[in-house]
């Protein structure tokens, strides 16, 4: 059986595949494939891959048709129909890795028995510059470091760990895998978190690619207010795990973080779309509104928020919205300009 499988979704990016999978194949450690699904590209992505395989058979291709909804969580599992690893690792067309990042990653696992093992994550600029980010090395440098599923889920709320790492295939295809929304992935790594039995911290650098423009990331797209619903449920996760009350005041948080944070999208991009978008949004707001309870932790929320913020979520916090606050907001930008 193969030890690692690396799972790639492909849409229009024929300028980055040579790098990316460059990266595979320059690994000093051999003994993985790459499962690459090609998301109907219009541009030659799918004619790269092709030219990529015949050179590595460690390359498999899929293809799918464009729905349109850019649902990385449906991606990985349709991707998981061809995955023979023992350990997957997820990264996206225009990321790419040190040529030790497996081969470290998986003698981590080998040495500790985890089934999660973080490498490095360093931000890559269009320029080649590099940046680090909140997360990016283990946890206060010490790689020796060993977390328990509440520890890493608790650590992976607010980024302190990132996600991009070398997950056993029994957590990252887990029958309970939530595919409803375009960032489920984002639930589902945090729950194999909790479920993995520990994690560990390697060297070896995870490049995450910061230069493409066109990254849904980077674009205004509708589906975007579906990260309430995400938020929604991963409070609801760590309510009926009774987390303790240091976790919840972190996750409460965070949600008010990611509410604050759509709802600047809701304010400025409100006149771009249509009515049925519109609607749709406003009752993510709402399924929001009424499913998450800030008693008992509205003052460790307004920690690290800056005074704008702050003022928002005191009036969520006696009103139990923000969205009549739109007019206000327009005020505020112009007087920042």
Known sequence: MIKVTIL???YNGSRYLQRSIGSLTAQTYTDWELVALDDESTDDS???????????????IMSKLNDGKGNTARNISIMSKEAEGDYIFYMSQDD????????????????TGAEIVIPDMLLANADGSTEQAKGSFAPDGDYSTLLSGEEAFAACIDFSIHGFALIHRRLMFAA???TSYFDSDEYNTRVQYLRANKTAFCHGT???????????????????FQRL???????????????????????????????LNVLMLLFNNAGNMSRAEYKEAVKRFRQF???VRFGGYRRSTLKGFGMYEKAL??????CGTCRHLSLLHSAYKRLKR
Request: positive net charge.
């Open 46 to 60: 799918l004619s790269v891959l092709k030219q990529l395989a015949a050179a590595d058979k460690r390359i498999k």
């Open 229 to 259: 619903n995400t938020a929604l449920m991963l409070g609801k996760k760590a309510e009926q795990e009774k987390m303790k009350k240091e976790v919840m005041a972190k996750m409460r948080r965070w949600q008010m973080q990611v509410y």
């Open 176 to 178: 309970d895998c939530d």
């Open 8 to 10: 790639m979704p492909v």
């Open 96 to 111: 790419y890795l040190s040529a030790d990042l497996l081969q470290n990653a998986v003698s981590r696992a080998e040495e």
């Open 206 to 224: 995870f490049f995450y690619y910061q230069g493409n423009a066109e990254a849904m990331t980077k674009k205004f797209a509708p589906k975007q």
């Open 289 to 291: 509104e009424h499913g």
């Open 313 to 318: 979520a005191m009036v969520y916090f006696a």
